[in-house]
């Protein structure tokens, strides 16, 4: 148990459905991080944020929406993927985004697009 | 853009000393070595991070060379659930000031019972 949870942890959606994952870190962190991990290719920083302001934003396509409310939740929307977008999306929290900051990923949610 | 260079796989029997190498040659001097890993099925799991010294916890020993361009991961026992892919990062610096983790291939490990 790391502290962060995701929500659900296996999703299978259709091209036209819209749906959303869901993070929730209880360790009083301020940078919350969506990470995509695609068969055999490394970890892909997808998006972060940092006291509920988006700070990065890693040329990730607009089907993909995420949402931070505040600073323990953190949502990505999905709408309209492709099948190529299945992978394991991992949501990660720091107590910052600087150097040193030991970052605490959760379980992941298994996304697979029919 | 990953700036670290690992194996690709390394084997060891269980109960034995495993010694993970990483090469950093580009590193500056303030750059931090985070070791991570990430177990079947899981996301990855901090596991140690330094410097410039040498650093233990309980989980494993991090030793740094003195002239920073290589780190080692010391498990000092290995068991069978420390078969997993190790990655050895240096934070990427973005435009924003962020420093997140990016993460390499990694060296997935395997332990032989």
């Known amino acids: 148990e790391t502290g962060v949870t995701q929500t659900p942890r296996h999703l299978v959606m259709g091209m036209t459905n819209k749906k959303s994952l869901k993070c929730e870190q209880h360790?009083?962190?301020?940078?919350m991080y969506w990470y995509k991990q695609s068969a055999k290719k490394p970890l892909e920083l997808m998006f972060v944020?940092?006291?509920?302001?988006?700070?990065e934003n890693n040329s990730v396509p607009s089907r993909f929406s995420p949402e931070c409310p505040n600073s323990s939740h953190l949502f990505l929307h999905l709408h309209t993927l492709q099948p190529e977008d299945s992978a394991l999306y991992l949501c990660?929290?720091?107590?910052?985004?600087?150097?040193?900051?030991?970052?605490?990923f959760g379980e992941g949610s298994w996304l697979t697009v029919v | 853009d990953a700036k670290t260079t690992q194996p690709n796989s390394m084997e060891s029997n269980e109960e034995e000393p495993v010694h993970l190498p990483c090469n950093h040659s580009?590193?500056?001097?303030?750059?931090?070595i985070h070791w991570y890993r990430q177990l079947p099925s899981q996301g990855p799991e901090y596991v140690i991070h330094?410097?410039?010294s040498n650093v233990n916890n309980r989980m494993a020993s991090l030793a740094i060379a003195e002239d920073r361009k290589s780190s080692t991961l010391i498990l000092h026992r290995a068991t069978l659930r420390d078969a997993a892919v190790y990655y050895c990062?240096?934070?990427?610096?973005?435009?924003?000031?962020?420093?997140?983790?990016?993460f390499g291939k990694g060296t997935r490990l395997s332990v032989i019972a």
């Open positions: 990660a929290s720091s107590l910052r985004t600087g150097d040193g900051n030991t970052i605490y």
């Open positions: 360790l009083g962190h301020n940078a």
């Open positions: 944020y940092n006291f509920k302001e988006q700070t």
């Open positions: 580009t590193i500056s001097g303030t750059d931090y």
């Open positions: 330094g410097l410039t």
């Open positions: 990062i240096l934070r990427v610096p973005f435009n924003s000031g962020n420093t997140p983790l990016v």
